[in-house]
């Protein structure tokens, strides 16, 4: 009885898709498992894209992480947009401070990804200011034109930060979520006609 009762539970979690996009050597594994584990690796070599899945309370709600950490070998491989877009709740877009390319592709990679997903914009490696190629109002002014919130985190140096990234893209695909939920009910109800009492109820004999 218990075990049902906890099995029941846990599938009424919330699963959310999140897909981590940047060119090659940004810190999107870095700043992932920053995210999962609080821990930092600084080195990754993975030649295949990954998937995490971790579980959290965000604003009180028990959610499932799905996160892709997509991986392009070269700084002009972008991710197949048509596809991510239909598998991904929200994109998290990380280029690196100290690198003006994966800048430039991001803006390239996100107007190949045009939809209403919603978005964050992550400038990674804030801890090698000395090294910048990238100022942070560059990073604002594409988040404006974007429209979505713009971060500058350490994934060396940052835990809360880092974990405050997604969790805001978390609460922005909620509030998503609910916003679809109450249109689509709206469209129903509107298509629903009241009953409304004719001629031919009045004329019904009574009991």
Request: hydrophobic share 35%; charged share 30%.
């Amino acid at each position: 009885m218990t075990s049902r009762g906890i099995r029941r539970k846990k599938s009424t979690l919330t699963e959310l898709k999140i897909a981590v996009i940047g060119a090659p050597s940004v810190g999107k594994s870095a700043l992932i498992v920053r995210f999962l584990t609080k821990r930092y690796i600084g080195e990754y070599d993975h030649q295949t894209e990954n998937r995490y899945k971790h579980e959290a309370m965000v604003d009180g709600e028990p959610v499932l992480f799905e996160i892709l950490d997509t991986c392009p070998k070269a700084e002009d491989e972008y991710p197949n947009a048509a596809e991510l877009v239909q598998w991904a709740d929200g994109l998290l877009l990380v280029y690196s401070i100290t690198d003006r390319k994966s800048f430039n592709y991001i803006r390239r990679a996100k107007s190949d990804l045009q939809s209403d997903t919603p978005v964050q914009l992550c400038a990674n490696k804030v801890d090698m200011v000395h090294l910048r190629q990238v100022s942070r109002d560059e990073g604002e002014i594409l988040a404006k034109d974007f429209e979505c919130k713009f971060s500058e985190v350490s994934a060396a140096d940052h835990v809360d930060q880092v974990a405050e990234v997604f969790n805001e893209l978390c609460k922005e695909v909620l509030a998503s979520k609910r916003k679809s939920k109450q249109s689509l009910l709206e469209r129903m109800l509107g298509g629903a006609r009241p009953y409304s009492r004719g001629k031919s109820d009045s004329n019904l004999p009574k009991d």
